[in-house]
């Protein structure tokens, strides 16, 4: 009972512990060569099915007709466009010039940048919030990244070939596929397919488990991505420092900015939990590669905080 109590609260870091444990296996382990190699795109082709599902289970839970925006979602959305003016402004205006320094930079903007994660309105829903606020603010943070990049990037990669339709509509096709579709299917689901959505629903958190699934294969990636960076210890120690500042900062605003409206929680993970795994494909698309490590680090503290959450609601209960 121990052991199943443990993996209950710390779900989140064992997910990450076994993803980077068992990547590390499979590349170091000279006679796991073969499997690795085999296992690589398999796991790349199930990532997208795990996180669609996540979405799905969660929207088969959610009160469409509760779902509105609220004030502290406008609050939120400014902080936001604020972080991520703050961050242009020191891009296209350095006080260094150094490669690096724009390399530390844009993997920031990409934790900034990236929309609310998916799995925001499932750890909402583990700490007592709104589900469908979160849910809410989810397609409204979408919607600005969808704007916001397709303005952004061409300032800072002037020399990539960016247009703002081209980079609105793949951007626009990723958000639907991943968002809009579990979220019409659950519709369908709830109101016309009754019987299967009570099973659905009656399995206790089914989003959060799928989720830790998907976190382990998530955390196996970015491992990989680390480890074959092209760059300094030193570079990767500073951008792994500063996505932690951040992490907490944005964690802290959105907690801050919430408590007026009594949504604390749901502030805090609306502006602080990002989709990462969105954020390194728009890092290794239109910037620098090395930019994705950024939310690389960041998924690590990320859920390291909502994993304390979790316990200290586990505590209180």
């Not at 009972?1 to 170091?28: E, N």
């Not at 796991?43 to 509105?68: G, N, Q, S, W, Y």
């Not at 096709?173 to 689901?189: E, H, R």
């Not at 976190?215 to 074959?228: A, Y």
């Amino acid at each position: 009972m121990d052991v199943i109590r443990f993996l209950k609260d710390w779900t989140l870091p064992v997910s990450m512990g076994i993803g980077a444990i068992a990547y590390l296996v499979f590349a170091f382990v000279p006679q796991l060569d073969a499997a690795g190699r085999f296992f690589s795109p398999v796991m790349e082709a199930i990532l997208p099915l795990f996180m669609f599902l996540v979405l799905f289970v969660t929207f088969c839970k959610v009160d469409f007709h509760k779902m509105r925006l609220v004030w502290w979602h406008l609050w939120v959305s400014l902080f936001n466009l604020l972080f991520v003016g703050i961050v242009m402004v020191i891009i296209l205006f350095p006080p260094f010039t150094s490669y690096s320094y724009l390399i530390v930079m844009e993997a920031l903007l990409m934790c900034i940048i990236s929309p609310c994660a998916t799995a925001a309105a499932v750890v909402t829903q583990k700490l007592g919030g709104s589900l469908e606020q979160t849910t809410t603010y989810t397609f409204l943070s979408n919607l600005i990244t969808v704007l916001l990049v397709p303005v952004c990037f061409p300032m800072i990669e002037k020399g990539a070939d960016i247009s703002f339709l081209s980079a609105f509509t793949k951007i626009l096709y990723q958000v639907v596929i991943l968002l809009v579709v579990p979220m019409l299917l659950a519709y369908v689901v709830k109101h016309y397919m009754r019987r299967l959505h009570a099973r659905i629903v009656a399995v206790r958190d089914l989003s959060f488990y799928l989720w830790g699934c998907s976190l382990m294969i998530v955390t196996g990636t970015t491992v990989k991505n680390i480890v074959h960076a092209e760059a300094s210890v030193w570079l990767l120690s500073a951008i792994a420092v500063l996505a932690l500042v951040l992490c907490v900062v944005q964690f802290a605003v959105g907690r801050f900015v919430g408590h007026f409206s009594g949504r604390a929680q749901e502030g805090g993970q609306a502006l602080g939990q990002k989709n990462t795994a969105f954020a390194i494909w728009l890092g290794i698309t239109y910037l620098n590669p090395l930019s994705s490590v950024g939310p690389g680090c960041y998924i690590l503290w990320q859920n390291i905080i909502n994993s304390v959450e979790i316990w200290q609601k586990r505590r209180e209960k």
